[in-house]
């Protein structure tokens, strides 16, 4: 079966197009046939994350029914997919959003899990990512502001006929994170299915233009996203083993913390 999974938030820099970047690759590297779709289309850095150098066909080209989609679709680290968007402006004009039904139709013919990197905002094409996924994921930063946007979105989502499956908290340090899981999940009234801690290792890794789960995959940040991953491909998560003992021991702090709910 497969399983459509737009990845938004109200505002940009939360972290969508990293998460999208690392459950897309983990999702490959547990054996599922998965792609992931840059839908951000004014602000495309989801293809530069996947290493991608050298992209003549874009989302851009195919929205604008210039090119077939097969032609716009390039190889990730485990062979995951690709689509990414291009980085013209004139690109983006042409692109006409409501063909991204259509795009996805035919992208989940050849796959097990479709990731979609949404834009920030609501304009028409960052609706249409939420009207179009099974089911919705909301990227949260451990501030209130963050948290009122991503109840937004939820709205929205819902507003067009839409589901969300739960957030994912990510940036969460032992001094920022001022709203508790619970907290979070009474307000926002749906599941937290994640935290992935404040990592250094994200910025580098993107340095290098790699998704965090391949350059650096013993960080915190990718045993989390590899955990969420597990958790969406219905695998049990195992755990590497790891060198770096005291960080280890950080994160859980950091997990305990926030599971148990600080007030
Ligand atoms: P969005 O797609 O929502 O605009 P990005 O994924 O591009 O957000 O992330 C915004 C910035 O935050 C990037 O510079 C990225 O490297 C950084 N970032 C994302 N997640 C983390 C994290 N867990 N720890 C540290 N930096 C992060
Ligand atoms: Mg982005």
Redesign the pocket.
């Known amino acids: 079966m497969v399983k459509v999974y737009t990845i938004a938030s109200g505002k940009?820099?939360t972290?969508?197009?990293?998460t999208?970047a690392n459950l897309a690759t983990c999702l490959a590297e547990l054996g599922k046939e998965t792609y992931v779709m840059?839908a951000?289309m004014g602000?495309a850095?989801?293809g530069i994350i996947m290493g991608l150098e050298d992209t003549p066909i874009t989302l851009h080209e195919v929205l604008a029914g210039n090119a077939k989609v097969s032609e716009a679709v390039y190889e990730g680290p485990y062979g995951v997919k690709v689509v990414p968007s291009g980085i013209s402006l004139k690109g983006f004009q042409n692109a006409d959003p409501d063909r991204l039904r259509d795009v996805m139709r035919e992208l989940i013919e050849r796959c097990e899990f479709l990731i979609i990197?949404?834009?920030?905002g609501i304009s028409r094409d960052g609706v249409i990512p939420l009207a179009i996924a099974d089911e919705v994921i909301l990227i949260v930063n451990p501030e209130l502001s963050s948290m009122v946007d991503a109840l937004k979105t939820k709205i929205l989502t819902e507003l067009v006929g839409g589901k969300v499956k739960g957030a994912i908290l990510t940036r969460a340090t032992m001094e920022n994170t001022e709203v508790s899981k619970q907290k979070m999940e009474e307000v926002l009234g749906v599941k937290v299915i994640g935290i992935v801690p404040e990592d250094q290792n994200i910025r580098k890794s993107a340095a290098y233009k790699s998704p965090v789960v391949v350059k650096y995959p013993d960080s915190g940040a990718a045993k989390a996203y590899r955990r969420i991953a597990a958790n969406l491909a219905g695998t049990p998560y195992v755990e590497n083993q790891t060198k770096d003992s005291s960080r280890e021991r950080f994160i859980e702090r950091l997990a305990r913390s926030v599971f148990k709910g600080k007030k």
């Open positions: 940009g820099g972290g969508k197009t990293t999208s840059d951000d602000m850095n989801l990197d949404a834009p920030a």
